[in-house]
């Protein structure tokens, strides 16, 4: 695997020599895996003129969910900075000193992050090497994350079945009565039991009137007969993240509105989904979506976007979005998550990860494969 992240260091050096810079600074912790491997608490990495040097403030533990630094990466690590003491290259802040090494390897130039880094640390790193002249790296290794490889997309697949296993288990159970903190608590339990890092992101059970509602926090409302009942989550696997959503009805007979709802949904989710193939602009996968739930009039109960990109963090580029630009390419996974909420009644919502795959090659790749079928619980 090393050799994975040599080339993906290479490709960002390419972009940094182009640019006319003579080294780099990462600092986003999930760029810093991406490129390292491993991004251990306050650490930094830096592509310098003659190596490539992972700063860390204490050695690397060895936890298999945190990933272990490349072997030819060379790590350094700080040393506590006493009272009184200089800001010099083995000291302090990862970042900082970072700075320092690339100054005493001859660069006269850096490029930062400085989307992700704070005006005090970038004050500081001008303060410790005030003869290194400092441009903005930019996006560019979010970019380069956009587009996954297989082994990439295998962490996503395996952490997309754990959910389905911890959402499975937990629809056998006795959901009446119980309250969306503690459903969600043992969601993210079950997680972690079948082998997930932990959750993607906190997980969130919606019930009754809050049914629907994206990024909803749980509450101690109770599971009552008749209500809809929104659950999303997502497991982490070796540092990678997907989504499921799924909408079900607690009770034997679902309401004639539930069932209209949910229909429509899943047909505009359906849409969505079928619009992904490489080539495909970001606002046209939204609006295939979108229109679909704006021709039933829902159009001010829609969320900003109908999907996301996925990958180290749960909410990468590309942004399916009206205003979105760009288009997809192969391999690039994203979700595709309609839902419409109605003040006071509840909603649906349908979340789905799924890799962009050429038509040649079957299309998109479904990962998150459990039944949509609008269930009773």
Known sequence: ??????????????????????????????????????????????????EDILVCAGPPEERPYE???????????????????????????????????????????????????????????????????LGDLGGAVEQLRVVKDEEEISCLRIGAEIAYQALGELLESILVGRTERHLALELERRLVDHGADGPAFPTSVATGPNSGRRGHRPTDRRVEEGDFLTVCLGATYRGYRCEIGRTFVIGTSPADWQIELYDLVFAAQRAGREFLAPGAAYRDVDRA???????????????????????????????????????????????????VHLPGRGGVRIDDTLVVRPEADGGPELLTITTKELLAL
Not at 4 to 23: K, N
Not at 312 to 339: H, N, R, S, W, Y
């Open 67 to 133: 990933g272990r630094p490349d072997d030819n990466l060379r790590v350094h690590v700080l040393v506590p900075n006493a009272a009184g003491a200089g800001m010099g290259p083995g000291t302090g802040d990862a970042a900082v000193a970072a700075a320092g090494l690339a100054v005493a390897q001859a660069a006269d130039s850096l490029a930062v992050e400085e989307h992700h880094l704070t005006v005090t640390r970038h004050r500081a790193i001008a303060s410790v090497a005030p003869g290194l002249r």
């Open 1 to 50: 695997m090393s050799e994975v992240y040599a080339t993906r260091r290479s490709r960002l050096r390419d972009h940094v020599t182009a640019a006319g810079t003579a080294a780099a600074l990462i600092t986003r912790p999930a760029n810093v895996r991406y490129l390292a491997a491993a991004a251990p608490q306050g650490s930094a990495l830096l592509l310098g003129k003659r």
């Open 289 to 339: 979506a979108r229109q679909v739930l704006d021709s039933a009039g829902y159009a001010e109960a829609l969320p900003p976007l109908t999907g996301h990109g996925v990958g180290l963090e749960i909410d990468e580029d590309p942004q399916l979005a009206p205003a979105a630009m760009g288009k997809l390419d192969a391999c690039v996974p994203v979700t595709v998550e309609p839902g």
